[in-house]
């Protein structure tokens, strides 16, 4: 595709409930970012992949927080049992390259009621 | 560790006006530094960068900003404001090797008025 794209837009879900958050990056792209942007925390960095390996997960909150990248490509953003306080903007990069420009897609607005 | 001080969360100018977004940064090694801008429901998009070389760097939509080391300051100005402006900006700070985390800013918002 033309640019970063993110599934679904708007996400609403009960507290308690698991979520996917789908990531689909530039074609091409080696490395892929994961961040979130929250009232609270303003902009923070989740995770990165280069290519399927994720060696930085430092930014993610807590261990109810994973992410996979298959195939080099699409990347998923699970949230189990979902918190009032996992409400937030969820935001994805991409970049070709690790030391490239980052490409951010528009986002998953995800409500936890 | 790094880390960002946009100070003004919102500012407020008169379309036609010099525009002054600021940023401050902390960083232990060579930062490069970014600004990004958010329209409303969209992602960020990147306005410029400094990595090495020229300190004043050029942008998109007339945007510039100008790495001061001595004053660890990366402002972001316009010389004349468009209503298309109006947007929420962001400067970030990430390492000069290796992976780039961004670290970013709380944000300014800016206003436009006519």
């Known amino acids: 595709g033309a640019g970063v794209s993110q599934s679904p837009s708007n996400k609403v879900t009960e507290k308690g409930k698991d979520v996917e958050l789908r990531c689909d990056p530039i074609s091409g792209h080696t490395a892929l970012y994961w961040y979130r942007q929250s009232l609270g925390q303003g902009l923070e960095f989740l995770i990165y992949?280069?290519?399927?390996?994720?060696?930085?997960k430092s930014g993610l909150p807590s261990d109810r927080f994973s992410a996979e990248r298959t195939g080099g490509s699409v990347s998923t953003l699970t949230i189990q049992r979902t918190q009032q306080e996992d409400s937030a903007v969820y935001l994805c990069a991409s970049s070709l390259e690790l030391e490239g420009e980052q490409f951010f897609g528009p986002g998953t607005r995800l409500t936890v009621l | 560790a790094q880390s960002v001080t946009q100070l003004g969360s919102h500012v407020s100018v008169s379309e036609g006006a010099l525009v002054l977004l600021r940023c401050n940064y902390s960083?232990?090694?060579?930062?490069?530094l970014f600004w990004y801008v958010q329209y409303p429901n969209q992602g960020l998009q990147l306005l410029l960068k400094y990595t090495t070389g020229a300190t004043l760097v050029k942008g998109i939509n007339g945007f510039e900003a100008e790495f001061k080391k001595s004053e660890t300051s990366f402002h972001l100005t316009k010389p004349s404001a468009h209503m298309s402006d109006a947007a929420e900006y962001f400067c970030?700070?990430?390492?000069?090797?290796?992976?780039?985390?961004?670290?970013f800013g709380t944000g300014t918002r800016l206003l436009v008025s006519p």
């Open positions: 960083s232990s090694v060579p930062p490069y």
């Open positions: 992949f280069q290519g399927n390996s994720a060696p930085d």
């Open positions: 970030a700070v990430s390492r000069n090797t290796g992976f780039q985390k961004l670290v």
